[in-house]
């Protein structure tokens, strides 16, 4: 079935070339003055539109999906992970999920390794420093942070980021990289680089660095609670550009403050954009205001993939990044 004249419900302002190739599509709707979408404004799109393109950052509830009448068929999330959409109750309803794997695989990898520079060499204390007029001069001992070759980084969740992030850190930072993956990894995606694979518990005790990979999902909900905060080994730091989900946040304040973590590089929060004071407190975090995609080549990468998805879907094709999708049951 092909879709003529389509509405396009844009929940954010997206890069200007996709904007325009996404006005070229059909009629263009947005909530009111562009402001950051409300719950309201996203059910007004579900209602109103055929296409909703959506982000990260809008959060939809089995409840929102279910809500009838409901003229949306498509939701096309701008973004890899899924997470803020009920893919089942998509499913039921008869919402097809696009989204935007493998372009900004390398993005997100690159600035992972910035916050695992960032964190071990201290950059943000020492651009509070500079920032603040405080800073004397060169001093031998000051801002000591620790070498980064050499050191042990443990990857959870071995996916296209993952392995992104393993290739830049044993090729080009002289690290040793193990990781821990749900399933075995075809030795095609090891190639080029060396990389172990480790239990998780083992990972945690034996990693300097910890950097996580994987998808939010049910089975990874704080998958770094209390209990594996404190297995970590002492003076390790964890890196967290996946999802803030996976890491129980006021476990991890502690494990900071008393031990055994000596610092964090968190580029993303579990309820955003809250983040918890007892983090922003300590000056051994580095925060990030999710920033893994964001470069101009990646974001309009995304808006390509999104353009393809839509495209595909208005003239009845296959989408080529097609999440979810089960057409309505007829009764
Ligand atoms: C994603 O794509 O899932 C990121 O978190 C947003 O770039």
Redesign the pocket.
Known sequence: MTVSHPILYLTRHFPSSIETALADLGEVLHPPEWRPPTADDLLGGLAGADVVVCT?ADRFTPHMLRQVPRQARLLASF???VDHIPLAVAEEVGLAVSN?PGV?TEATADLTMALILATLRRLGEGERLVRAGQWTGWEPTQLLGRDVSGRVLGIVGLGRIGTAVARRASCGFGMRVQYANPRPVPPESLSGFEATPCPLDELLQTSDIVSLHCPATPETYHLLDRTRLQQMAPGSILINAARGSIVDERALAEALRTGPLAGAGLD?FEHEPEVPDALRQLDQVVLLP?L??ATVETRVAMGEAVLANIRAFLQGDRLPHLVAHRPPSLS
Request: net charge neutral; aromatic share 0%; charged share 0%.
């Open positions: 990260v973004g890899v992970g935007t900004l993303v999710h893994g995609s």
